[in-house]
């Protein structure tokens, strides 16, 4: 909800330069997002990351040390990208998908893990905001499709027009907000992919880090299910 954003983004990282400047901590590293715009972000999730961020930087008038990462959707072991699809993708043999268009730069969370790390032994990062992406751009229909071969399931990706995307934003955040996790697509999810998830000023490379790419990581945590579904396979095969 947007409250809750407006807490968790905006308001939470003023409290914590609050916190920083009565314990006499030095040196904070603020997560934001890439595209995280207070005035001009086209979703409240992106507006109140842009808040959060420009509220963490103003720390800096007081003397605290600030850097910010700014990673597009981050991927790895349990993310709720990847993982979130498979789910999708094994429950139903059509998936209509919203915004089957929009660009994404995927990057590993051991390479943002990475970027906090030499942040915190560079004083020079100080006062910098990095942008965080992975060295390739897809669409999300790519995306999708990749995760349904790292599965072993064969499925249509319907791609839906943004007249149907809107809908499907609509009807999802209405009626599966009991999820866990929320809705597999809101609203705001939808005005946030209206502008792609992809840098421009490349904060690895400025920070010495070789990002690593969505196939060199990701099969390898769907492999053990992939080997499981084709064993089971050739055990249905060989009773024929």
Not at 88 to 107: H, Q
Not at 141 to 147: A, D, F
Request: glycine fraction near 8%; hydrophobic fraction near 40%; aromatic fraction near 10%.
């Amino acid at each position: 909800t947007e409250a809750a954003f407006q807490k968790l983004h905006a308001e939470l990282p003023a409290e914590i330069v609050d916190a920083c400047q009565a314990v006499g901590v030095q040196r904070y590293l603020h997560m934001s997002a890439l595209n995280a715009d207070a005035e001009n972000g086209p979703s409240i999730y992106l507006r109140t990351k842009g808040a959060g961020e420009d509220a963490a930087h103003a720390g800096a008038a007081q003397g605290l040390l600030v850097s910010s990462f700014r990673p597009s959707v981050i991927f790895g072991p349990d993310d709720q990208f990847f993982n979130r699809f498979a789910t999708l993708l094994k429950a139903a043999p059509v998936l209509p998908l919203a915004c089957p268009e929009a660009r994404f730069a995927p990057v590993y969370l051991d390479d943002v893990v990475q970027a906090f790390v030499v942040a915190l032994e560079r004083p020079e990062t100080a006062g910098q905001r990095y942008d965080l992406y992975g060295p390739k751009v897809y669409t999300l229909r790519e995306l999708v499709q990749y995760t349904a071969q790292m599965i072993g399931r064969r499925r249509l990706v319907w791609g839906l027009s943004d007249k149907l995307s809107r809908l499907e934003a609509k009807v999802m955040e209405s009626t599966l907000r009991w999820l866990p996790g929320g809705p597999p697509l809101s609203f705001d999810n939808y005005q946030s992919m209206q502008v792609d998830s992809v840098g421009e000023s490349d904060g690895l490379a400025a920070l010495g880090i070789t990002p690593r790419s969505v196939e060199s990581v990701m099969p390898k945590y769907f492999g053990g299910e992939l080997s499981r579904l084709r064993y089971n396979e050739l055990r249905r095969d060989s009773r024929r």
